[in-house]
């Protein structure tokens, strides 16, 4: 079944659980494939950890063993970190060079090209895949103990708030001062609406489907300009990066420029997104909940 509650599910506690278990059993399943390239496993099966914490936190309020879980979830995925980061510095770079139309940086691009070559020779991503399935492994025996202490859209409604909140609050700050962290910041809790939405868009399949969409462009874009800030960072403070001052200047403008454009981007979509106050949202949200359940009677 699809990562969303279904009319099928008896209640929020059994959604919780079968979701949790296909999450799960695909990451499973996505590490065992032998036909899959590793760094391609490694790709997936941090969105299925992600995918797991945006669950669970839905149900925080209502889910006694939130925290114990999403640091065990957390902790099993950051050891999967060190090979992604170096292929997304390069994917960063050639996106930016597409996006500007830019060329004579291949300088840079070689450097990082031979880094992540150097990362992926030297990691141990069978041994790091083989922890994070063990841990899978286990997590999913600890599902099917999971309880909720509320029922209904009672064990929803705080997490609906409480991302949508957040994410509305990091918008006006970003308006009022954006440092590369605020947007970073802003971005987790854009996506975790996004997820969230997803999780429920079978209450109102087209606006939420659509909703779903834009969330999703809105992380993108704010994803893109992280990458950014990061690819800057490590480029500033590359000393054996074989290119003058001005070079490194030069290429450290053009992804500041980037940047800008992203975030005027991201607040336009982002202010038509979060426009409603997050109370009125779970209102809404809740009447379409009670819809639904309606069609299951």
Known sequence: MAYALSRKDRSVQAALRRIATEEIDRALAEIDDPDMPQPEKVHQVRKRAKRLRALIRLVRHAFPGYAA?????????????????????????????EATHSGGFATIRTYLAAARDHAAENAHSDDDLAR???????????????????????????????????????????????????????????KAHWYHTKLL?????????????????LGELLGAHHDLAVLRAHI???????????????????????????????RDLGTRLFSRPAKAIAHRWKGWWRDWRKAVA
Not at 208 to 216: E, S
């Open 69 to 97: 879980e999403n640091a065990a979830i957390r902790d099993a995925a950051r050891g999967l970190s060190a090979l992604r980061d170096s292929e997304a510095r390069v994917e960063t770079f050639d996106k930016l060079m």
């Open 132 to 190: 994070f399935r063990a841990e899978l492994v286990a997590l999913r025996k600890r599902v099917k103990h999971w309880r909720l202490t509320e029922k209904g859209f009672k064990a929803l409604k705080p997490g609906i708030e409480k991302t949508f909140g957040a994410a509305r609050r990091d918008l006006r700050l970003v308006h009022d001062r954006a440092s590369d962290e605020d947007i970073h910041d802003w971005r987790k809790r854009v």
């Open 201 to 217: 868009r079978r209450l109102r399949p087209k606006v939420l489907k659509d909703r779903a969409a834009k969330a999703r462009d």
């Open 236 to 266: 500033a403070g590359a000393a054996d990066l074989p290119i003058d001052a001005d070079a490194r200047a030069r290429f450290d403008r053009l992804a500041a420029a980037r940047q800008a454009e992203l975030e005027d981007e991201a």
